[in-house]
Nanobody, 121 residues
Framework: VQLQASGGGLVQAGGSLRLSCAAS????????VAWFRQAPGKEREFVAK????????DAAGSVKGRFTISKDKAQNMVYLQMNSVKPEDTALYYC???????????????WGQGTQVTVSS
């Protein structure tokens, strides 16, 4: 499975941005797809996840109510709609997928390249 993330950029605090993740290859083997992020000097952290063939979704407490994960399975796409962004959301955002689960970094079977999100105050 290959994952291609896109959509990052520079946005002002309070603004919105939508990240996209295009999946290709053996996507039928996937259980869930997630977004992780890593800010400079910090560890990579979970942001949100969505089931690939089930409706389950979840998000980190720091982004709940502001970020929404969604998917278009027919197009093999997963999206992260980021609203009311804050400077602390600045990070490199990674698309990730797992065949069994995708709750933590160690669960991830496939990583996409990161897309940079920078929020100015």
């Amino acid at each position: 499975v290959q994952l291609q993330a896109s959509g990052g950029g520079l946005v002002q605090a309070g603004g919105s941005l939508r990240l996209s993740c295009a999946a290709s290859g053996r996507t039928d083997s996937l259980y869930a797809v997630a977004w992780f992020r890593q800010a400079p000097g910090k560890e990579r952290e979970f942001v949100a996840k969505i089931g690939w063939s089930n409706p389950y979704m979840d998000a980190a407490g720091s982004v709940k109510g502001r970020f929404t994960i969604s998917k278009d399975k027919a197009q093999n796409m997963v999206y992260l709609q980021m609203n009311s962004v804050k400077p602390e959301d600045t990070a490199l955002y990674y698309c990730a997928a797992g065949r069994i689960r995708v709750d933590t970094i160690s669960d991830v079977d496939y990583w996409g390249q990161g897309t940079q999100v920078t929020v100015s105050s």
